[in-house]
């Protein structure tokens, strides 16, 4: 089992920055895939970037490609979602997900469904 902790949400206004960051414990060496998710109320839950702890490679959602930025720290097990240029539409609870012994598939529709650890999630508001 992977726990996952999320932490770093808060309140910006449009235009600024947050950090958030996802501490993993257990099973950590299982990981081969962490995500970012967000979900805002009255909406499906939505891929925000994905990071393959193998390569490295990453993959992001259109919404914030050029804003946010998925890296990881594996000596610490963090995994960072550094997102600038915050807009109110960004606001939303964002959960951290890990998927165990199988590679990264990218953030298709439905992509939730490939991860099997998921933290409780840590609210980022933006206001106009």
């Known amino acids: 089992q992977v726990q996952l902790v999320e932490s770093g949400g808060g309140s910006v206004q449009a235009g600024g920055s947050l950090s958030l960051s996802c501490r993993a414990s257990?099973?950590?060496?299982?990981?081969?895939?962490v995500g970012w998710f967000r979900q805002a109320p009255g909406k499906e839950r939505e891929g925000v970037a994905v990071?393959?702890?193998?390569?490295?490679?990453?993959v992001y959602a259109d919404a914030v490609k050029g804003r946010f930025t998925i890296s990881q720290d594996n000596a610490k097990n963090v995994v960072y979602l550094q997102m600038n240029n915050l807009k109110p539409e960004d606001s939303a609870m964002y959960y951290c997900?890990?998927?165990?012994?199988?590679?990264?598939?990218?953030?298709?529709?439905?992509?939730?469904?490939?991860?099997?650890?998921w933290g409780q999630g840590t609210q980022v508001t933006v206001s106009s």
């Open positions: 990071i393959s702890l193998g390569s490295g490679g990453t």
């Open positions: 257990g099973s950590t060496n299982s990981r081969r895939c």
């Open positions: 997900a890990a998927r165990r012994f199988r590679a990264c598939l990218g953030l298709r529709p439905g992509a939730s469904a490939d991860f099997d650890s």
